[in-house]
């Protein structure tokens, strides 16, 4: 018989009624029965009861041992009678009655307990993470991970994708978000940088002459964590394409994302591949108030402001005559609403830092409210009827510079669509953001920049950088969006040296800027460069959909906590001197602190 185990714990069932077995795994949980002892046997696969009697030679190693500790168990199995069958357990019609026991490995008494779903803080969870990893919940999600790169790596392989790995030790870029830098110990006062996205590499991939590209990419950038982002680093789907238009891009990667939600959606609906909608960014701003819209939302934002141009209510007016813009939210099904679902809006919104949010109610028709009353009935029923509302069909307005009412307009619709209960769901709605502009003003900087990914081919080329208004000029850029989530950012590139220099002339950089911050790209397109273009959606994010999870963390094997620490492995971590010495680094500590007394954590000056 094997050292450790002849099945798992959760393999065995009634047709092994008789067998003599041999498990190994974790003690999840104990309960004495008097003169039987229970043991809930856990491995990666499954739950297996043991039951010994205090008679057995078994019992005083079983009963002794902590939760938690590893042992292997010998036994017999038999079948469970029926009324303590657990159906809801695929180990449930049977038990192993315990013949010997060794304990493999004796738990300390555990700062966390790993069985039932309490809550812990999340200082607790990250250092003992390989006891949170226990836990049924956070387990399954890390498998899931795995099952879905395991999904997405075939079906991009069945599309005649290559999978390559590019350099983790890059040059720094001064674009995008901050950098990692990895001293380099062999020349002196110089960095790497861990590569933020391998966006460089894989367009010379394409300019090496291979046609499809992919990899599940490290990423890292230095920036602070949210729900949906990982501090620190985070993988993606990172794909390129040769020879392709905007719409060969999306026809490649809708099968395989759609594939994948169909197949862990456990049930729920998925917007089928090829029909995943295209929604102009300016569309996008105007009905949804963002750029990564929520589908399941039904509610649609209306610009109103023409409305209230003149109007009897002075407040809109007199902002529509400056400059402003008046967004409506309507809110369906409110008649039996009181006024303070109302108030508290408005409430919320002066709490998310906006001057307040407007409103105006209707039950069987009868208009209420501030706004109301000095629009005026005639103007009401003409902007309602604009709006194809009911009777009984509220509305908010958001009002002010276009930017701050699209942001309240957008923030309102996802609240109001939660408050009311309209948003589905059972699905995941996929659409596409298309036609990004180029560039947009910059208040601070008083000048034009990019407004996206510099890389990008200008919709137009070179013809439209000359002849139009840089504030006109949209993008080949497109955004890939799920239930609200952006899952990635992507484009056809920008693979012609002299459309390239003209495109960053125009944000404010010289020629001599380019040939030297992106020295090996353009000088690669100087050598032939094929039409190409891709997207990197986001393997992080896609799981946290598909776990259903609000927190990327839950779908992270070790994840830092939101200060970019890793609580469990104490990092970042001081270094020795010694360390410094070889890197040619001295540590200057922040302004306003001292210095550490430790000598073996300092440097003298050279």
Known sequence: MHAYRTHNCGELRASHVGESVKLSGWVHRKRDHGNLLFVDLRDHYGLTQIVVETSDAAFAALDTARTESV?????????RDAEVVNPNL?????????????????????????????????????????????????????????????????RMIEQDFVEFQ?????????????????????????????????????????????????????????????????????YQLDFEMSFVTQEDVFNA??????????????????????????????????????????????????????????SGFGLFAKMVETGNVVRAI????????????????????????????????????ELGGPIAKNHGEEGMRKLIAELGLGPDDGIFFAAGKESQAAKLAGLARTRVGEELGLIEQDSYKFCWIVDFPMYEYD????????????????????????????????AFQYDIVCNGVELSSGAIRNHRPDIMYKAFEIAGYTREDVDTNFAGMIN???????????????IDRIVMLLADEPNIREVVLFPMNQRAEDLMMNAPSEVTAKQLKELHIRVVPPAGTSTTKDPAKTVAPE
């Open 71 to 79: 042992v292997t168990v010998e036994g017999r199995v038999v079948a």
């Open 90 to 154: 695929p180990t449930g019609h049977i038990e192993i009655h315990a013949t010997g026991v060794t304990v493999q490995s004796a738990a300390q008494e555990l700062p966390m307990p790993v069985f039932g779903d309490q809550e812990y803080p999340e200082e607790i969870r990250l250092k003992y993470r390989y006891l949170d990893l226990r836990r049924e919940r956070p387990h399954a999600n890390i498998l899931l991970r795995s099952q879905v790169i395991s999904s997405i790596r075939r």
């Open 166 to 234: 590019t350099p983790i030790l890059t040059a720094s870029s001064p674009e995008g978000a901050r950098d990692y830098l990895v001293p380099s110990r062999v020349h002196p006062g110089k960095f790497y940088a861990l590569p933020q996205a391998p966006q460089m590499f894989k367009q010379l991939i394409m300019v090496a002459g291979f046609d499809r590209y992919f990899q599940i990419a490290p990423c890292f950038r230095d920036e602070d964590a949210r729900a949906d982002r990982s501090p620190g680093e985070f």
């Open 253 to 310: 990667i809708e099968p395989v994302l759609a594939g994948v939600f169909e197949e862990f959606a456990n049930g729920k609906s998925v917007t089928p591949a090829g029909q995943f909608p295209r929604i102009p960014y300016r569309e996008s701003m105007l009905k949804y108030g963002n750029d990564k819209p929520d589908l399941r939302n039904p509610l649609i934002i209306k610009d109103v402001t023409e409305h209230f141009r003149g």
């Open 330 to 365: 309507p809110a369906p099904g409110t008649a039996e609403k009181s006024r303070k679902f109302f108030d508290d809006m408005n409430e919320w919104a002066r709490s998310e830092g906006f001057a307040g949010l407007g409103y105006v109610t209707q039950k069987g028709g």
């Open 443 to 474: 208040e601070e900087a008083k000048k034009v920049d990019f407004s996206h990914n510099p890389f990008s081919m200008p919709q137009g080329e070179l013809e439209a950088l000359e002849t139009k208004d840089p504030l006109d000029i949209l």
């Open 524 to 538: 690669a397109f100087k050598y032939g460069a094929p039409p190409h273009g891709g997207s990197a959606p986001g």
